[in-house]
């Protein structure tokens, strides 16, 4: 962790970029430097700190995933980076106002970008919040090889991450998360942002004064999705019921009992009654019926990936634990585990898992003898066209 600059203004008179070839130089000059490496993602966050300093959570408006490279050198000249993997806290005013000057040639063609933006309402929060330990902000980087564990790199790194899956740049198992239940704090999640367990009782007697509630929905290490990230054409009937790190294909649908944890979710168009669990990618026109689940790597499936294709159903209460290719469907009310007997159409039993990632299959249960049947099925699933165009 660190805040200092590399080089001033005074120092260094490429610092203030009057054209975008000044720009293109100093970036030149950041990437040649020593120890310097593109990141593989960055991102401008403001994040909120408990009463003993303890980070609590990070807000990443607009991260940035294999792109941008120049605005990430300019950060990483800002706070003096040599290293490949790192998270720079007290982001003051003055930082902010140096490193502007490096996009001064912005100014003159007219070019808004979304870092310069995230930075400048970043300075108009520093500058008038009223309680200025409550808020700070941040610069993070992940390196393009993220050999590290990278949920180790503290809080910060794990919601960047997090940020990285919800924004659709990176889809569900293609950014590491390990550990992130240990990095990330247990924090009360209120309508006033998230507070740590200490803070709890001394906010609840401050709002009690200013006669406004303070309203606690829960408390758990995720926050809802709803709450960081707004992803376009998705519909969420219960913000609580999505946390952030979910990925949401255009169209999808999550209904009120319907649930999609972190590092899962929808590639698509589909339709979520039921619960996807961490580690589950659900293909296109899918549906996932009310009160269905689906195994993940939390829920008793081990190191095993499931997913589940395109043009598939899982019926109300149903529920599976290998993977299923395209166009299948699992009957209402049966749950098929990688060690159920299946009864095939040629009179062969076998074990689920020999078909798992398999297409064009129907599971039913036969209702007197209460064999699990493995048939062809006659068709695939079609999902309400109008009941998804969520825009």
Known sequence: MSHRLHRSIEEDPLSTCTTKNDFTDFVSQVEQGAGYVRPRAFGIGIASLSSTGALLDTWFPFPNHEANYGTAAVLAEAFGYTHRHATFYNFSVSVIDDILTRFAWCEGDGTTHHNIVVLKRLRTLLLHSSSPTGKVGVVCFIPPDDHDDGARHGVADAYLRLHLLS??????????????????????????????????????????????????????????????????????????????????????????????????????????EGRISSGVVVGTNSDIGGGAS????????????????????????????????????????????????????????VKA?????????????DSQSGAVNMRRPKGHVTLNDTLHKNT
């Open 353 to 365: 898992a020999t078909l798992s990632g398999h297409s064009d299959m129907l599971f039913i249960r």
């Open 167 to 272: 924004h659709r740049l990176v889809k569900p198992h293609g950014i590491k998360l390990n550990d992130i239940f240990s990095t990330l704090p247990n924090n009360y999640w209120t309508n006033e942002g998230p507070i740590a367990e200490e803070d709890l009782e001394t906010r609840r007697f401050e709002a009690t004064a200013r006669r406004y509630p303070l309203l606690v929905h829960g408390r758990d290490k995720f926050p809802p999705l709803l709450d960081y990230v707004q992803p376009t054409g998705v519909r969420i009937a219960d913000a609580s019921r999505v946390r952030l790190g979910a990925y949401l294909g255009q169209g999808s649908t999550v209904m009120h009992e319907g649930f999609v944890n972190f590092n899962a979710g929808t590639l698509g168009v589909s339709m979520v």
């Open 294 to 349: 689906i195994m993940g790597t939390l829920s008793g499936g081990g190191k095993m990936i499931i997913s589940i294709g395109e043009h598939c159903l899982i019926g109300a209460n149903g529920g599976i634990g290998i993977s299923l290719g395209d166009r299948c469907t699992i009957e209402a009310g049966l749950y098929v585990t990688a060690s159920t007997k299946v009864l095939l159409e040629d009179g062969t039993v």
